[in-house]
């Protein structure tokens, strides 16, 4: 058998690959702009859905909101609205989530949330509020039967005392009712099949969505990494050494090194991606063009796989 006889990313047919895609609300009327030409960008992809981000301490409510309203009343799009326990009472909560339900949205990403002061910071739940991200998503399925996804962390949160006490935390959430977590970003894939094989383990089923960044800007995803507790291989900071000044070359070489990790990952079973998109289109097209989902044709049927549904590699 050859080589290109093994490998998933060669071969067409196969399980369905599937996509969701992340955005952030805007601040100005033209980061508004660039969000929806990145919406109407990626959407012909038919993503299996789109998420929408809230900011620390409930920073972006309103605005989070109104985008998630807009794409349920202007697109076909599947949104998920982010949703935090930071600075809100349960009733307060609630009543969002009621208003999302009302609004049509039908998946909610379900957080713990950071604290207003950013990253770093210690976290504090409000006196009335729901304490923890499992008392949030228990929350949510009593007020609706939302689909209900949850975040996890290959390299464990960086709050965590232990592995084990991450696995704890992410088991509470899927017995209180998540149906899918979605990784924060990484960027040596072996890390997320050790992690993938420790929640396994556990007796987690639900899916575990590998969370991608493509690095356009390699300053950012290195503090970000920093952070965040997120490994930076010295490989990833050698392909972008000596590009300050040549954005041209940058953004070939970010194509070619997300291109990388999500084909490697294809090729060891996986088959659904969420990627983190800033906002922006071109990347993430890309990639999704090398996975073999393909907008339709116009005046016929599409090319691509990108409709069905599936779960990272069992």
């Known amino acids: 058998m050859s080589s290109d006889d093994q490998r998933r ?7 369905p690959i599937s996509v969701s895609f992340e955005f952030f609300p805007p601040k100005t009327p033209e980061m508004e702009a660039t969000l929806w030409n990145s919406i109407q960008r990626l959407a012909p992809l038919a993503p299996k859905f789109v998420s929408v981000t809230y900011g620390a301490g409930g920073s972006t409510r309103e605005r989070t909101h109104a985008t998630v309203e807009r794409i349920v009343k202007e697109t076909r799009l599947a949104p ?18 009621r208003g999302y339900w009302d609004a049509g949205v039908r998946h909610i990403v379900a957080l713990r949330g950071d604290p207003p002061g950013g990253v770093g910071q210690a976290y504090e739940p409000h006196p009335e509020g729901y304490k923890t991200s499992a008392d949030l998503v228990a929350g949510i399925r009593r007020s609706a039967n939302f689909e209900v996804s949850v975040s996890a962390y290959p390299e464990k949160h960086p709050e965590s005392p232990s592995f084990e006490r991450d696995l704890d935390i992410l088991q509470a959430k899927v017995e209180a009712g998540a149906t899918r977590a979605i990784t924060q970003c990484f960027f040596d894939n072996d890390l997320y099949f050790a992690y993938l094989d420790k929640v396994r383990a556990r007796g987690i089923d639900v899916p575990v969505v590998p969370g991608i960044l493509p690095v356009s800007n390699f300053k950012q995803a290195k503090n970000f990494a920093e952070k965040t507790g997120c490994y930076m291989p010295s490989w990833l900071a050698g392909r972008f050494e000596g590009l300050d000044n040549d954005p041209e070359t940058r953004k070939l070489i970010s194509a070619a090194v997300a291109a990388e990790q999500v084909i490697d990952l294809l090729d060891r079973g996986v088959n659904e991606f969420h990627f983190y ?29 990108g409709s069905g549904s599936g779960q990272a590699a069992a």
Do not use: F, K, W
């Open 277 to 305: 998109t800033l906002n922006r289109a071109d990347l993430v097209y890309a990639i999704c063009h090398l996975l073999g989902i393909r907008a339709p044709l116009e005046g016929g049927a599409g090319q691509g796989n």
């Open 9 to 15: 990313s060669r071969r067409s047919g196969g399980r």
């Open 80 to 97: 998920a609205a982010h949703l935090t326990c930071v600075s809100a009472s349960q009733a307060e909560v609630d009543e969002v989530v």
